[in-house]
């Protein structure tokens, strides 16, 4: 075998004698050259020689009179030496050769993991404004920091790390919690009451409770005392100077309210629809840069638009090469009237938006009375509602 891979590295000839065959090896051995591989070929005799030495076998061939020509050459200086008369192709995997030690300087492409609320856009945006973008260099940013900036500018994440894996990037994120408020205890307080209703649910953590379950109050009731005095057992002893309590109210009141809205609808709904006309421009995205093909222009009146993408991918990965055609839909304003089942839809999803921003967040409407009037072109919708909510807020004692 090591012999084999000596020949080939070397180069070797197979050749073919014609004439007095028996002779010309004969001298030939003698002369200190080394052959192998011998074969009988009909009247003429065949053998291998090292590339190096075939040049010697033609004063062999003058002094016993025989014919000599190549049969087969084979190994590694002849295989370069083919190469090599190819100058174009030499020069091609040079250049090829420096084009992607160029290009492996870049970062081809930039993935996020790990989003659920936060949207991909939105981090592959604090990634770039953090220097990890496709065409970005790959030495231009440091991975560890790049993380701490997109924690700092991107809300709701608890974790967030930068991995690289050659000309690839991957921000990986973990959303977290949102932090509860700080609250100052060291502020006395009471927990009023936002607006009148009977109360369903009463949670005393700091404070004294002023009211009990079923009880009706008025707005701006005392529902929760930060400031009290210690209740003395009325057969007891009675102490000369009763404990007074200072600190901030904390609790929850939740109340059943009574609430109207009033929403309205105009029976004339007016759209905007595309025209039919379009308008393409056309470019290549090479490395993050942006190459119009052509003289690309915007609309001057309203449109809606909208990218394809056509990108190269190798081994189900995204390159950074890509062809976009961003189009253009210009849009013309059309009237539309309601009927009034689509009036009472309108008003109603109106009402929830209202509801929705009136009542406290944990609060639910337990009961409504919906009311229909169309007048002028237009659906009035009024609702009687019963609501469950909370109603205490944080009201802070003054002290002079």
Same mark, same amino acid.
């Given at each position: 075998m090591l012999e084999k891979i000596f020949h080939w590295l070397t180069g070797c000839v197979r050749f073919q004698v014609t004439g007095d065959a028996a002779r010309f090896f004969n001298i030939a051995a003698k002369s200190g050259l080394g052959l192998w591989g011998f074969q009988k070929e009909g009247t003429d005799s065949a053998a291998w020689i090292r590339a190096g030495e075939y040049k010697k076998l033609r004063g062999v061939k003058r002094r016993c009179g025989a014919g000599l020509h190549i049969l087969h050459r084979q190994g590694l200086p002849f295989q370069i030496n083919r190469v090599w008369k190819r100058k174009g192709l030499i020069l091609g995997g040079a250049g090829g050769i420096l084009l992607y030690m160029f290009l492996s300087t870049f970062v081809w492409n930039v993935s996020v993991t790990g989003e659920e609320l936060l949207t991909e856009a939105e981090l592959l945006r604090a990634g770039q404004t953090n220097g990890i973008y496709v065409g970005a260099g790959r030495d231009s940013f440091r991975p560890k920091e790049a993380a701490y900036g997109i924690m700092g500018e991107v809300k709701g994440i608890s974790w967030a790390t930068v991995n690289t894996d050659g000309c690839f990037v991957e921000i990986s994120v973990k959303e977290g919690e949102k932090?509860?408020?700080?609250?100052?205890?060291? &502020? %006395?307080?009471?927990?009023?009451?936002?607006?009148?209703? &009977?109360?369903?649910?009463?949670?005393?953590?700091?404070?004294?409770?002023?009211?009990?379950?079923?009880?009706?109050?008025?707005?701006?009731?005392?529902?929760?005392?930060?400031?009290?005095?210690?209740?003395?057992?009325?057969?007891?002893?009675?102490?000369?100077?009763?404990?007074?309590?200072?600190?901030?109210?904390?609790?929850?009141?939740?109340?059943?309210?009574?609430?109207?809205?009033?929403?309205?609808?105009?029976?004339? &709904?007016?759209? &905007?629809?595309?025209?039919?006309?379009?308008?393409?421009?056309?470019?290549?995205?090479?490395?993050? %840069?942006?190459?119009? %093909?052509?003289?690309?222009?915007?609309?001057?009146?309203?449109?809606?638009?909208?990218?394809?993408?056509?990108? %190269?991918?190798?081994?189900?990965?995204?390159l950074p090469v890509a062809v976009k055609r961003q189009v253009y839909e210009s849009l013309i304003e059309k009237e539309r009237r309601l009927t009034e089942e689509e009036m009472k839809d309108a008003a109603l999803l109106k009402l929830r938006e209202a509801q929705k921003a009136a009542v406290a967040q944990g609060g639910r409407v337990i009961k409504e009375d919906l009311q229909y009037t169309f007048a002028d072109g237009m659906c009035i919708l009024t609702a009687k509602c019963r609501c469950e909510e909370e109603i205490g807020e944080q009201k802070t004692i003054l002290v002079n």
């Open positions: 932090k509860p408020e700080i609250t100052d205890d060291t &502020k %006395l307080s009471n927990i009023v009451a936002a607006r009148e209703g &009977k109360v369903v649910a009463l949670e005393a953590h700091h404070g004294r409770p002023e009211v009990s379950l079923g009880d009706t109050v008025e707005a701006g009731q005392l529902l929760i005392s930060g400031v009290y005095t210690q209740e003395v057992d009325p057969y007891g002893p009675q102490p000369e100077h009763p404990l007074v309590t200072y600190g901030a109210a904390r609790g929850s009141v939740k109340a059943e309210t009574y609430r109207e809205f009033t929403v309205q609808v105009s029976g004339v &709904k007016r759209i &905007k629809q595309p025209s039919g006309e379009k308008k393409v421009n056309l470019s290549l995205e090479l490395f993050g %840069l942006q190459l119009p %093909l052509g003289f690309n222009t915007i609309p001057e009146e309203e449109y809606h638009t909208y990218t394809e993408e056509n990108a %190269l991918t190798a081994l189900d990965v995204r």
